[in-house]
């Protein structure tokens, strides 16, 4: 995924203010985090679109440090959760506590009743507890004893996974994985910037005391709500979106794959496209958008047939042959 320019031209007010304060979370998060620019901006056009992110990649990579500094320069309330094969699902939602002095049940909120839910190693919790979240995510709102209780807004997901082929893992069921907007893959550092990160923890950086790296907040949900409204006014061609939904009907035509992007994965990626578009400076959307999002939107999407996963293809080629043979409008 491409990183976003610094071009302001076409926004003035509080949606160029906003853009402006959204573009120098980069720089802010940088402060605690190296190398991974394209995650953050993956964070931020989630925010952008109400949606939610998994983030996965090997343990050391900073997912968790990443998700952290940016509740930090957002100002918006976070809670972690650390997810385990013995965690239960009203561990995440919360549960009715019995109340001896007034004599009734009251409702003990749980975590998820925050701005920025970090979902630690999800994988690492059976199908039961992952499936707590999929209200949530999606409605908005989480049901304790038939009475729906509304989460704050803004509210995303952001968690983390170590890759299925680790030990004690469980694979997310199909119906999770569509609830998340994006899906980011965190790599290993480069060597220099691996030499940075050993730097710094010389230097006597602490990645539990990001008050102390230097990190202060750069916007708040005002930001996101102005910004929010900007790119709900980016505009979409009937091109633009007959070039998203014959990417989608593609994969679901490939040999490669059993199944292919659903109706809502093409929504999910005109939306993406849309709040790129707005964050590299444009008020309407263009082919090169939808391309630089059809990954991370798209590759949590499909599921690979086992021949071809045997024989070294996976989901990020198929995509790629795709958009390389879909006719870009012009």
């Excluded at 076409?10 to 906003?18: L, V």
């Excluded at 630690?120 to 709102?141: C, F, G, H, V, Y």
């Excluded at 010389?202 to 539990?208: T, Y």
Aim: net charge negative; with cysteine.
């Amino acid at each position: 995924m491409m990183d976003p320019t610094t071009d302001n031209a076409g926004y003035t007010g509080d949606a160029g203010t906003a853009r402006a304060s959204l573009e120098s979370l980069r720089a802010e998060i940088a402060k605690a985090v190296v190398g991974q620019d394209p995650a953050v901006t993956g964070l931020v056009v989630a925010l952008l679109c109400r949606g939610h992110v998994l983030l996965e990649g090997v343990p050391g990579v900073a997912k968790t440090l990443l998700v952290r500094a940016l509740a930090s320069a957002l100002e918006l309330d976070t809670k972690r959760i650390q997810f385990t094969p013995d965690l239960m699902p009203s561990d995440v939602t919360g549960s009715l506590v019995y109340d001896t002095r007034s004599a009734e049940f009251r409702f003990q909120p749980g975590p998820v009743f925050t701005n920025l839910l970090l979902a630690d190693e999800i994988n690492r919790t059976p199908p039961k507890t992952q499936s707590s979240l999929l209200e949530a995510m999606e409605e908005r709102q989480v049901t304790v004893d038939g009475t729906p209780r509304p989460l704050p807004d803004p509210f995303l997901v952001a968690a983390t996974q170590n890759p299925v082929e680790y030990e004690g893992t469980y694979p997310l069921p199909e119906a999770q994985l569509d609830r998340f907007l994006l899906k980011l893959t965190i790599p290993l550092p480069s060597r220099q910037d691996e030499i940075d990160v050993l730097t710094r923890h010389s230097e006597g950086f602490n990645p539990r005391d990001l008050h102390a790296a230097g990190l202060r907040p750069v916007a708040g949900p005002a930001d996101l709500e102005a910004a929010r409204a900007a790119v709900a006014k980016t505009t979409i061609s009937p091109e633009i979106t007959a070039y998203v939904v014959d990417i989608c009907r593609a994969t679901r035509e490939s040999p490669s794959l059993t199944l292919g992007v659903s109706p809502r994965g093409a929504t999910a990626l005109l939306a993406t496209s849309r709040a790129w578009a707005w964050l590299t400076g444009r008020d309407y959307v263009i082919p090169d958008d939808v391309k630089a999002l059809a990954l991370p939107t798209l590759r949590h999407r499909v599921q690979l047939r086992p021949e071809a996963e045997m024989e070294g293809v996976t989901a990020d080629s198929v995509i790629n042959a795709i958009l390389a043979h879909v006719p870009v409008p012009r």
